[in-house]
C-alpha cells in the first residue's frame, strides 16, 4: 500500500509489479521499460481490495497492475458534496502522471467501469485496451436521478449499515453468498466499512451521468465486455449494448456470477481478463510530454480537476 497527494486529496493505492517489482515505483514509466500497465477501478461503495485477486494473477515482472481507492472510499480523502465521474478521471490521470505512466489498459467494474468510459472521453491518448465489467453506458435516467439522490440521503442519515445488509445478495447472488462465505464477507466489509459522505457524493455525482452509448462506436482501442450472468444491476443486455457497439470487443459471460464476477468466480474472470491481455499488441514506444499535467517539471500543482470542464 502507497499513498500520494494529489491536488487538494490524498490517495490510497496498491502498485504491484512491473520492471521495478515494487509497490509504489513512482517515476517509472509504463511503457518505456516495455511493460504492460493494467489499472482497475473499483466500484461503489466498494474499495481497492475488491481488486486485490487480480492483482495476485496478473502482477508481475512484465505487468504493472495499479488499483487505487477513489476519493471518498477505503483510505482516500473523503470530500463531501457531489463527486462526479470527471472528478473520478481527472484523479486517476493524475495519480498516473504522478506514477510516471503514460498509456494503460484501464478497466472498472460498475461505476469504476463508468468512470473508465469518462476516462477514455477525455484522454483516449492515454488508453491501451478497455475493460468493462458489469456496468453499462446509458445516460441516467429521470427516474434514476431521483432514486440516487434519495439513496444518498439515506445514507448519511442511515450509515453504510442497513444498505450493505439490504444488498448483499444483489451484489453477489444468494447461492454465492451461501457457499463463498470468504467472498460475500469481503463484500459486506467493503460496503460497511465505506464513508457514508463519499458514497452519498459518489451517487449524487452519478445522478448526473451522461451518455456514453453514443461514443462506443468511436472507441479505437481494443475491448473487453465482461458481465456476470446473473447480475441483475447490469444484465447480459446492457453488456451487449457495449460489445456490440465497440468495434471488435470481445464479451465473456461469467456463468453463476452476479455483480462481482471477479470475486464470485475468480477462475473464470480472471481467465476471460488474461487471454484479453494476451490478444493485445505489442506495446510500441512514445514520446511523452508531461507539460501540461497536473504537475509540472519543478513539482509544481495545478488547480484541482473539480474545476475544470
Same mark, same amino acid.
Not at 502482477?59 to 470527471?86: F, H, M, N, Q, W
Not at 510516471?100 to 483516449?124: A, N, T
Given at each position: 500500500?502507497?499513498?500520494?497527494?494529489?491536488?487538494?486529496?490524498?490517495?490510497?493505492?496498491?502498485?504491484?509489479? $512491473?520492471?521495478?517489482? /515494487?509497490?509504489?515505483?513512482?517515476?517509472?514509466?509504463?511503457?518505456?521499460?516495455? #511493460?504492460?500497465?493494467?489499472?482497475? !477501478?473499483?466500484?461503489?461503495?466498494?474499495?481497492?481490495?475488491?481488486?486485490?485477486? &487480480?492483482?495476485?494473477?496478473?502482477?508481475?515482472?512484465?505487468?504493472?497492475?495499479?488499483?487505487?481507492?477513489?476519493?471518498?472510499? *477505503?483510505?482516500?480523502?473523503?470530500?463531501?458534496?457531489?463527486?462526479?465521474?470527471?472528478?473520478?478521471?481527472?484523479?486517476?490521470?493524475?495519480?498516473?502522471?504522478?506514477?510516471?505512466?503514460?498509456?494503460?489498459?484501464?478497466?472498472?467494474? +460498475?461505476? #469504476?467501469? &463508468?468512470?473508465?468510459?469518462?476516462?477514455?472521453?477525455?484522454?483516449? @491518448?492515454?488508453?491501451?485496451?478497455?475493460?468493462?465489467?458489469?456496468?453499462?453506458?446509458?445516460?441516467?435516467?429521470?427516474?434514476?436521478?431521483?432514486?440516487?439522490?434519495?439513496?444518498?440521503?439515506?445514507?448519511?442519515? @442511515?450509515?453504510?449499515?442497513?444498505?450493505?445488509?439490504?444488498?448483499?445478495?444483489?451484489?453477489?447472488?444468494?447461492?454465492?453468498? @451461501?457457499?463463498?462465505?470468504?467472498?460475500?464477507?469481503?463484500?459486506?466489509?467493503?460496503?460497511?466499512?465505506?464513508?457514508?459522505?463519499?458514497?452519498?457524493?459518489?451517487?449524487?455525482?452519478?445522478?448526473?451521468?451522461?451518455?456514453?452509448?453514443?461514443? %462506443?462506436?468511436?472507441?479505437?482501442?481494443?475491448?473487453?465486455? !465482461?458481465? *456476470? +450472468?446473473?447480475?441483475?444491476?447490469?444484465?447480459?443486455?446492457?453488456?451487449?449494448?457495449?460489445?456490440?457497439?465497440?468495434?471488435?470487443?470481445? %464479451?465473456?459471460?461469467?456463468? *453463476?456470477?452476479?455483480?462481482?464476477?471477479?470475486?464470485?468466480?475468480?477462475? @473464470?474472470?480472471? /481467465?476471460?481478463?488474461?487471454?484479453?491481455?494476451? +490478444?493485445?499488441? =505489442?506495446?510500441?514506444?512514445?514520446?511523452?510530454?508531461?507539460?501540461?499535467?497536473?504537475?509540472?517539471?519543478? *513539482? $509544481? &500543482?495545478?488547480?484541482?480537476?473539480?474545476?475544470? =470542464?
Amino acid at each position: 500500500m502507497s499513498t500520494t497527494t494529489l491536488y487538494d486529496i490524498t490517495v490510497t493505492y496498491d502498485d504491484a509489479g $512491473g520492471a521495478d517489482g /515494487a509497490d509504489g515505483a513512482d517515476g517509472a514509466d509504463g511503457e518505456g521499460d516495455g #511493460g504492460e500497465v493494467l489499472v482497475l !477501478v473499483h466500484g461503489h461503495p466498494f474499495d481497492r481490495s475488491m481488486w486485490r485477486p &487480480q492483482i495476485e494473477t496478473f502482477a508481475g515482472p512484465e505487468r504493472r497492475v495499479i488499483a487505487a481507492d477513489l476519493r471518498g472510499y *477505503g483510505g482516500s480523502t473523503v470530500i463531501p458534496g457531489k463527486t462526479t465521474l470527471t472528478t473520478f478521471a481527472w484523479d486517476i490521470a493524475a495519480l498516473l502522471d504522478r506514477l510516471g505512466v503514460d498509456r494503460v489498459v484501464l478497466g472498472g467494474l +460498475s461505476m #469504476g467501469g &463508468q468512470i473508465v468510459l469518462e476516462f477514455y472521453r477525455l484522454f483516449p @491518448e492515454r488508453v491501451r485496451a478497455l475493460v468493462l465489467a458489469d456496468t453499462f453506458a446509458a445516460a441516467e435516467t429521470g427516474a434514476g436521478r431521483a432514486a440516487r439522490n434519495a439513496m444518498a440521503d439515506r445514507l448519511l442519515r @442511515e450509515g453504510m449499515g442497513p444498505y450493505a445488509d439490504e444488498v448483499l445478495t444483489k451484489m453477489v447472488t444468494p447461492h454465492n453468498a @451461501e457457499v463463498l462465505p470468504a467472498v460475500a464477507g469481503h463484500v459486506r466489509d467493503m460496503m460497511r466499512g465505506a464513508p457514508p459522505e463519499g458514497a452519498a457524493a459518489a451517487l449524487r455525482g452519478r445522478a448526473e451521468r451522461p451518455d456514453y452509448v453514443g461514443m %462506443l462506436g468511436r472507441v479505437a482501442v481494443p475491448a473487453l465486455v !465482461v458481465v *456476470g +450472468s446473473e447480475d441483475t444491476y447490469t444484465p447480459v443486455a446492457d453488456a451487449r449494448v457495449m460489445s456490440e457497439g465497440i468495434p471488435d470487443a470481445t %464479451l465473456a459471460v461469467i456463468e *453463476g456470477a452476479g455483480h462481482l464476477p471477479n470475486l464470485e468466480r475468480r477462475a @473464470e474472470f480472471d /481467465a476471460a481478463l488474461g487471454a484479453f491481455l494476451d +490478444s493485445l499488441p =505489442p506495446i510500441t514506444s512514445r514520446v511523452i510530454d508531461r507539460s501540461g499535467s497536473f504537475e509540472n517539471h519543478r *513539482g $509544481g &500543482q495545478v488547480a484541482s480537476p473539480r474545476r475544470n =470542464p
